[in-house]
């Protein structure tokens, strides 16, 4: 089972600023087959990112997912209001899918 | 527009069962691989399930194994999960969601309680 560690559990941030996502793999992602969610309270998460940095249909350019193998990044070049959220990693080459445990951006 | 509509959701005790429903539409149900995903009260998503197109194939997570059971009629757009020998543990809402790569199209989750 691939275990998915995200870094920082909880980053606090301002709008405008750049926010920076990290998800670690405990092995090598197959064919970087890792996507990217955000989930706000009360709401299904939404896909912004899968194959590792390929934006799903309608995700502003400000998001970015980049990394391959084992290290990922989810990078929000500038934040907007609406961008505070959970946000969580997920991989699909194997079963089972797992999830990252999320990163809480939450406004300064 | 693509919509995934779960139902069957409630309270049931520990050792009872309960069997979801997702309702699809705007899409042709039977090309895709579909999924069921929870997520426990303030906690994390995980993913329980999916089946192949025509139901051939199907995976579960190790702890619902034997407990739960994915299924799928293609004539009625629907997607199933039969939930026995409940947990406390397995309270959460649980998702529908179309493929089983990334998930691209999701429902609204409906919401199984297990309590005494």
């Known amino acids: 089972e691939v275990v998915l560690t995200q870094s920082p559990g909880t980053l606090s941030l301002s709008p405008g600023e750049r926010a920076t996502l990290s998800c670690r793999a405990s092995?090598?992602?197959?064919?970087?087959?890792l996507a990217w969610y955000q989930q706000k309270p009360g709401q299904a998460p939404r896909l912004l990112i899968y194959d590792a940095s390929i934006r799903a249909t309608g995700i502003p350019d400000r998001f970015t997912g980049s990394g391959s193998g084992t290290d990922f990044t989810l990078t929000i070049s500038r934040l907007e209001p609406e961008d505070f959220a959970v946000y969580y990693c997920q991989h699909y080459g194997s079963s089972p899918r797992t999830f990252g445990q999320g990163t809480n951006l939450e406004i300064k | 527009e693509v919509q995934l509509v779960e139902s069957g959701g409630g309270l049931v005790q520990p050792g009872g069962s309960l069997r979801l429903s997702c309702a699809a539409s705007g899409f042709t149900f039977g090309d895709y691989w579909m999924s069921w995903v929870r997520q426990a009260p303030g906690k994390g998503l995980e993913w329980v399930a999916h089946i192949k197109v025509d139901g051939s194939e199907k995976y579960y997570l190790d702890s619902v194994k034997g407990r739960f059971a994915i299924s799928r009629d293609n004539a009625k757009n629907s997607l199933f999960l039969q939930m026995n020998s409940l947990r406390v543990d397995d309270t959460a809402v649980y998702y529908c969601a179309r493929g089983a790569a990334a998930f691209e199209y999701w429902g609204q989750g409906t919401l199984v309680t297990v309590s005494s």
């Open positions: 092995q090598s992602v197959t064919r970087n087959f």
